[in-house]
């Protein structure tokens, strides 16, 4: 059974950037399954930030594509997020994610609130 | 706006039946990608209820079912139960943005 865990400051200031990390365990992250970041602002839907797979090859939401970046390691089994230049609409509850091919996001991190303000 | 569109809220009273439909275009669902339905409820991860239109994960109960005919797909949960009442979104992958799509989620009120 495939577990996620993120990690990263619960605040930021605006124009910062918001940097996470999710931990994986219990499953190689070289399998084929796409690593992926989705957040849901307070009040509102999921939305899908971006993935990245074990070769690195990335996939972005257009709308944050000029500002995210999302890398891998897989020494340490773990992929990240950056998200730079943060204003208040990037204040979101963060989830780390396994998407696999056909099935969609089989795994879920718990989640990680991540509030932008000075 | 969401490239998906769903109901805000739908409701039924413990035991009934109910639908939730999700409606996509000629660039995601209509393209014959497959739609997938999380379940949300508050402080808890999202869980898979659905996947490629019609598929139960093990664990998920035969209560929850998923269809899809052209550009539009459905949720349905029959035999309502209070723990039933959470946000539930449905997800496909679009061509034209090239990436994944979320509806903007329905909120189930169990009466």
């Known amino acids: 059974q495939v577990q996620l865990q993120e990690s990263g400051p619960g605040l930021v200031k605006p124009s910062g950037t918001l940097s996470l990390t999710c931990a994986v365990s219990?499953?190689?992250?070289?399998?084929?399954?796409?690593w992926s970041w989705v957040r849901q602002a307070p009040g509102k839907g999921l939305e899908w930030i971006g993935e990245?797979?074990?070769?690195?090859?990335?996939n972005y939401n257009p709308s944050l594509k000029n500002r995210v970046t999302i890398s891998i390691d897989k020494s340490k089994n773990l992929f990240s997020l950056k998200l730079n230049s943060v204003t208040a609409a990037d204040t979101a509850i963060y989830y780390c994610?396994?998407?696999?091919?056909?099935?969609?996001?089989?795994?879920w991190g718990q989640g990680t609130l991540v509030t932008v303000s000075s | 706006q969401s490239v998906l569109t769903q109901p805000p809220s739908v409701s039924g009273a413990p035991g009934q039946r109910v639908t939730i439909s999700c409606t996509g275009s000629s660039s995601n669902i209509g393209a014959d990608y497959g739609v997938h339905w999380y379940q949300l409820l508050p402080g808890t991860a999202p869980r898979l209820l659905i996947y490629g239109n019609t598929n139960r994960p093990s664990g998920v109960p035969d209560r929850f079912s998923g269809s899809k005919s052209g550009a539009s797909a459905s949720l349905a949960i029959t035999g309502l139960q209070a723990e039933d009442e959470a946000d539930y979104y449905c997800q496909s992958y679009d061509s034209r943005l090239s990436g994944w799509v979320f509806g903007g989620g329905t909120k189930l009120t169990v009466l």
């Open positions: 219990g499953g190689s992250i070289s399998s084929s399954n796409w």
């Open positions: 994610a396994s998407i696999a091919v056909a099935v969609g996001i089989d795994y």
């Open positions: 990245i797979y074990h070769s690195g090859s990335t």
